[in-house]
């Protein structure tokens, strides 16, 4: 081999050695590069995991008021029936305004449809007028009338036990409107009260009490 041949052949080898080297210096510098991007990620996870951990340590006492308030308030609006554990089926005839005022607070969508179930059964065989001292007793229907008018208590006012009542009635099959039927049975019961707490009851009275509880 010429001594042209093998510087050739030297300078060759030497630029794929510089090549090799340069390669090796690149993929050095790349894995560090790399290296600290990961470690920077690394670092900032680390950071962001301390902050929510501290803005979690700094939120429990406000999420441990809030889910007693929120106990408190379930426990408050708890009904009759689990409070005493008293079955719904006893709560009724319905006896005072107290009595009504707390069964239309403990009436919810839950448990709607089951105390609409229980006062439809109530009202069976023959319906509202015929059937409403099942729900209302005597004492609270004398008290009371459909719009609170002539000083006494109106039973719309007691909103939740008042659409559950129409509702059962529209399921009995009356004649004419619920609301209707609900306010001859009001009367009904009323003149039946009337007639025990006054015998004998003379007709001017009784044309009186019609002209004023109704």
């Known amino acids: 081999m010429s001594d042209r041949a093998a510087k050739r052949r030297f300078q060759a080898t030497n630029d794929r050695q510089c090549n090799c080297d340069c390669d090796c210096a690149k993929a050095a510098k790349n894995l560090e590069d790399r290296f600290k991007i990961l470690t920077d990620l690394v670092v900032n996870i680390s950071n962001k995991i301390d902050s929510v951990q501290e803005q979690n340590n700094e939120m429990q006492p406000q999420i441990s008021a809030l889910l007693q308030a929120v106990v408190e308030e379930k426990e408050s609006k708890m009904t009759l029936q689990q409070r005493d554990d008293i079955p719904v089926f006893t709560m ?13 607070m403990g009436i919810n969508s839950q448990n709607k449809n089951q105390y609409t179930s229980i006062i439809t059964c109530l009202l069976q065989p023959d319906g509202v007028e015929k059937q409403l001292r099942n729900v209302l ?34 399921a009995t099959c009356g004649t004419g409107s619920s609301e209707d039927q609900l306010r001859r049975a009001l009367q009904r019961q009323k003149k039946r009260v009337f007639r025990r707490r006054s015998h004998p009851v003379k007709t001017e009275t009784t044309e009186t009490f019609e002209s004023v509880y109704f």
């Open 137 to 170: 007793s005597d004492d609270f229907v004398m008290e009371h009338n459909v719009d609170g008018l002539q000083g006494k208590l109106s039973i719309k006012s007691y909103k939740n036990i008042y659409d559950v009542l129409i509702e059962a009635i529209d």
């Open 92 to 104: 009724f005839p319905i006896k005072s305004a107290e009595d009504m005022t707390k069964i239309d």
